[in-house]
């Protein structure tokens, strides 16, 4: 059983979303298909047939979030330190060819989220950053085509 790397705030989210599908959306969907059983015949009746899909997508979610939970190996970023880029590391980047700054968090990829800032493990860039330090370039095979990085900052926030 492979392990997930994840920091403590994304096991946090993940266990918030799972609260949420077990003790929200799992009662909600159930009293639904009680009120379309009632409606009469199950054969033609798409209120029941859309509350049955929709409990067996919550279903599907919860069963993934236990095995993410499970196999999750939280990263306490705040104990790390050094001028290596490693997972948990926030980065500020320089692209070479526009002088524009870019700031990424090397996380999980359960958590990785590129519009706030999060991008994970297992990205491209996120690969070429790993062990490389401040003032270092990296180039990157992006589907945009290559993209050159100079290293300007890295943290452990």
């Known amino acids: 059983m492979e392990k997930i790397p994840m920091t403590a705030a994304g096991y946090a989210v993940l266990e918030s979303e799972l609260k949420h599908c077990q003790q929200v959306e799992r ?4 009293q639904q298909i009680a009120d379309a059983r009632s409606h009469g015949d199950l054969s033609e009746n798409a209120e029941y047939h859309a509350a049955k899909e929709a409990q067996s997508h919550n279903e599907g979610r919860i069963a993934e979030l236990e095995d993410k939970l499970a196999r999750a190996e939280i990263i306490d970023v705040s104990k790390l330190s050094g001028d290596t880029i490693k997972f948990g590391a926030t980065v500020t980047l320089i692209d070479e060819d526009t002088d524009e700054k870019k700031v990424w968090q090397i996380v999980g990829e359960p958590e990785a ?36 990085y100079e290293i300007k900052k890295v943290e452990w926030t």
């Open 27 to 30: 009662p909600r969907i159930i």
């Open 113 to 148: 989220d590129a519009k706030s800032g999060r991008i994970s493990i297992t990205s491209p860039l996120a690969r070429a950053l790993i062990g490389k330090s401040k003032g270092a370039t990296v180039e990157v095979v992006t589907p945009g085509g290559a993209k050159a």
